[in-house]
């Protein structure tokens, strides 16, 4: 596609309960990142793929977050035993060098809000 | 640990201005820095990236400054628009880490 694509864009899920958020980033692009913003806050660094595997996992708040992308393009961030204080907007980016040593384009974003 | 702040928090100016946001960063070893737009609701679009090397970058109305040394960069906006209204994010990538550093952003309302 011609940009990096999150689905869904939002998310609405019962406390306790198992969410996955899907990135499609640029084709040909090596480097994929998670975000994770709050509201009135800039985004903070959850996690980065260099291919396939987690360069970089060090910004994931604890256990319950998992990210994959098994075959170095789509990448799935799973949460479990959500909280409400994972509700947040969570931005998935891509760049076509590994690092942001090039331009990164990030998505729309998928709202999710844990009630 | 590398920290990013930016000032103002929020700015309202009337059609046509001149303006100037702010940005500055504790750790003066980046690699790059990139300016940022975020509308609301929406994900974030790049605006224009400083190599550290740089000094500055253009693109269109917009001027992107870097003085690595201070720790500061400026992203001058002229002749504003409405349609320039958003929230305005700095980033910037350390010679160590792998990922971006954000500001909190500045939320720009330029008023018809």
């Known amino acids: 596609g011609a940009g990096v694509s999150q689905t869904p864009s939002n998310k609405v899920t019962e406390k306790g309960k198992y969410v996955e958020l899907r990135c499609d980033p640029i084709?040909?692009?090596?480097?994929l990142y998670w975000y994770r913003q709050s509201l009135g806050q800039g985004p903070e660094f959850l996690i980065y793929f260099q291919g396939t595997g987690a360069a970089d996992d060090s910004g994931l708040p604890n256990d319950r977050f998992f990210a994959v992308r098994p075959e170095g393009s789509v990448s799935t961030l799973k949460i479990q035993r959500t909280e409400r204080g994972d509700s947040a907007v969570y931005l998935c980016?891509?760049?076509?060098?590994?690092?942001?040593?090039?331009?990164?384009?990030f998505g729309q974003g998928t709202r999710l809000t844990v009630v | 640990k590398q920290e990013v702040t930016q000032i103002p928090a929020a700015l309202s100016v009337p059609e046509g201005e001149n303006l100037v946001l702010n940005c500055s960063f504790t750790?003066?070893?980046?690699?790059?820095l990139q300016w940022f737009r975020q509308d609301p609701g929406k994900g974030l679009t790049s605006l224009l990236l400083i190599q550290s090397s740089q000094r500055e970058q253009t693109s269109g109305r917009l001027n992107a400054s870097l003085d690595k040394s201070s720790g500061r960069s400026t992203l001058y906006i002229a002749a504003s628009q409405p349609g320039d209204s958003a929230t305005y994010l700095c980033a910037v990538l350390d010679n160590y880490g792998q990922n971006f550093v954000f500001g909190p952003g500045t939320r720009l309302s330029v008023l018809p």
């Open positions: 750790d003066s070893a980046i690699y790059n």
């Open positions: 980016a891509s760049s076509l060098e590994g690092t942001f040593r090039t331009e990164a384009f």
């Open positions: 084709s040909g692009h090596t480097a």
